[in-house]
């Protein structure tokens, strides 16, 4: 574990407010550490709508297949009604066979006994070591009392218990009218490495107490995560247990707010665009808490054929070791961003190529700017953020992805992390 | 420059022998380093017929336009008579623009008047930075006093020429019947990161005095290195400037070797299987000269559905930033290889996959091993050598690639390169 927080961390940590109907505990049920907390149970009213995205790996863990399961098939929005969420780190119950999903069962069971619902109304995810067995009876009776003792103010001790390598606990929230009334958006994450789409995320669930249908809250995930967790990558690779979960109680009904059943009411506009920047908050934090991370690197593309084209060739940038160890050494090493966007295979045009880091301009058609100035530009890569902006000149395709620096750190984490 | 030789280095470095009708010679051209030579000047005879693969990359380097023309359009083999290569480092000549383009022109120009050949004859290379204008100047004058001074024993001094954070210089040489006659295939070839597929090597010029037409050789260099150079990674970079170059002299005619015009002539067998395993021997050495690398990966992935889906999930495992650093840390964290299998996008099975390391089997049917002993996992973890093996159980694709572990030395490299 990482005891330095990263520098990239935001400093202005949000006051998170309660949202009527859900209720947060967390404990430290001995998983994986010692001397934190590793479990969390949100305790949602009757009536809250879930919905959720999941890693794409071939090899999902089983909380992933649990949690797909209740939602339906291929998580669509069918059934979609949640009581408990069940979130613990230190073991990601991934890989784990039989075995596994016979921990999501007990676990499942325990939580619904503690919350007296069903365990289809129950939600998992697990998140730290592969391949390891998940005690599931380390649950028996602290679940009980943690649904006993589960309070609406727990926020940042929930973040807390859901991180791994993190290093700092990330949450966001908005307040926006849907229709008269006032609603509020509460979300948390954890990274903080492993991350690459699609989900970019491992972690991260938000609740509101908007009067959303299932179907609603999908949709909103749906084109919520596209630029926002989607959009991040740490070290291209894919975490068997990404999870993004939103859940939605409805509580604001009775101060006025509108029950919202199809994605398209245009009262849902002001909530859409809420909902979207706290994904969109959460999501540069755990940027912003890559492992090892001193730098966080925002890569534009523009000028693309399409904006797929662009997405591909930011991603190649951006999952570049040898791009992302020059930001780390602060050198504008333009010439592996040009090498990025070759190997990435989409169009590009080696002589129409223009690269700027943090607005300079460093090579244009296909050559060094002739106004590069060295000095200049290594002043601006001492910056802790470092845009990357290509532009390719062939078309109107653009995108933007974030990551962060690879650096000597990264290497310890994760030459280090089972032992 | 790393100044310690990689602990991967083969002990045993072959004498290489001389080949009729190639020379070399090399310099210091001052093109970037200081104190070590930095041009190879290779001058052949008369007839000598060349071959070339090159860089998938979409903004490849001036050299390797400069190539790809000579040899006709797309790599094919029309034209395909070569006198002479240069090849430097310190600089790629990529990203250059139409200041690289004049700078191939004028360094062709300088050494067919120091050959006393074509232009369209001479092909080069150049390896180290991109963005940079080469300052082709600096070969006038040089390139004459080697094209003097060019003699048939210089094979290390070559390999050494065209270093840039090459840790050893890597030579490979093979003798095999050609007909009734003897002859030699030598090659040398540098790495040392930006090196994946396809091509998976910086550059490589293998030579030999058999009698080959340039189609035939073309097609030995397209069967060959599937399975070698295009089959190695070092971290996922693609170089703008991959070149494997292969020349035939044909002086082994006067000896009885027999001209082969045809990549389908029976005689061809064994001469084919050596020239495989000079490029397979060069394609390990640069593997074991990745940046920073203190081990050597073989990842082997078998029961796939096709052999294209194998060499994708070999390829993801291989390029795993996660995996790789475990294997650094001397961790069997095969929960890591099941997440790169997961992201790799090809067809897998979770409950049938069986992961072993260096013969010991870790994970089998979707878990940990009944039989996993951790301090017997733990101890071969220590080997310089990591066979990663996964069985899929879906098929017969099989395939095997070659990487390297990445360590807090790949970052320190990468990181200050270019200061």
Redesign the interface.
């Known amino acids: 574990m990482s005891t330095t927080v990263s520098p990239l961390a935001p400093t202005d940590v949000p006051a998170m407010p309660a949202i009527a109907g859900v209720k947060l505990a967390t404990a430290a049920a001995g998983i994986r550490y010692k001397g934190r907390t590793d479990v969390l149970l949100a305790v949602m009213d009757k009536g809250t709508t879930v919905a959720g995205v999941f ?6 863990s089983a909380p992933v297949e649990w949690c797909r399961a209740k939602l339906g098939r291929g998580g669509s929005s069918k059934g979609g009604f949640a009581r408990a969420l069940v979130v613990n780190s230190g073991n ?1 119950n ?7 999903r016979q921990a999501t069962a007990l676990t499942a069971a325990i939580a619904s006994k503690a919350v007296s619902c069903s365990a289809n109304e129950v939600f998992l995810a697990s998140t730290g ?5 998940l005690d599931a009876t380390k649950f028996d009776g602290v679940l009980a009392t943690l649904a006993e003792t589960a309070a609406p103010d727990h926020w940042m001790d929930a973040a807390r218990a859901i991180m791994t390598t993190d290093t700092f606990p990330k949450v966001a929230t908005a307040t926006v009218k849907l229709g008269k009334a006032k609603v509020t958006i509460n979300g948390m994450a954890k990274g903080a ?2 991350i ?1 789409p699609d989900m970019a995320t491992m972690l991260s669930f938000v609740f509101t107490d908007a009067p959303l249908s299932s179907a609603v809250l999908q949709s909103l995930l749906k084109s919520g995560v596209e630029d926002t967790f989607n959009a991040i990558t740490i ?6 247990s990404d999870t993004l979960l939103a859940f939605a109680t409805g509580t604001a009904a009775v101060s006025g707010a509108p029950k919202i059943g199809r994605a398209s009411d245009p009262r849902l506009k002001a909530f859409a665009k809420a909902f979207h920047d706290v994904l969109a908050n959460l999501a540069e934090q755990v940027a912003r808490d890559g492992e090892g991370a001193r730098k966080l690197v925002e890569v534009i593309v523009e000028g693309a054929t399409t904006k797929a084209s662009a997405r591909k060739i930011a991603m190649s940038i951006a ?4 791009v992302k ?2 930001i ?2 602060e ?1 504008a ?4 961003v ?11 045009n ?2 129409k ?1 223009s690269i700027s880091f943090n607005g300079i301009r460093v ?1 244009r ?4 700017d002739p106004s590069y100035n060295e000095a200049e530009v290594s002043e601006v890569m001492k910056s802790p953020k470092i845009q990357i902006k290509v532009a390719l000149g062939l078309g109107k395709g653009r995108d933007r992805v974030l990551t962060c620096d ?3 750190e ?3 984490i ?6």
């Open positions: 890693t794409k790996s071939k090899c999902p990601a991934a890989f784990t066979g039989k075995t596994g070591v592969i391949g390891e067995p490495g492993m690459a070290d291209s690779d894919t975490s068997t999952n570049s070791p040898l160890t020059a780390a050494g050198d090493n333009w010439g592996r040009v090498m990025a966007v070759g190997k990435a295979g989409e169009p590009a080696r002589d190529l090579a058609s296909g050559a060094r690879l650096t000597k990264y290497v310890a994760n030459g280090d992390y089972r032992s």
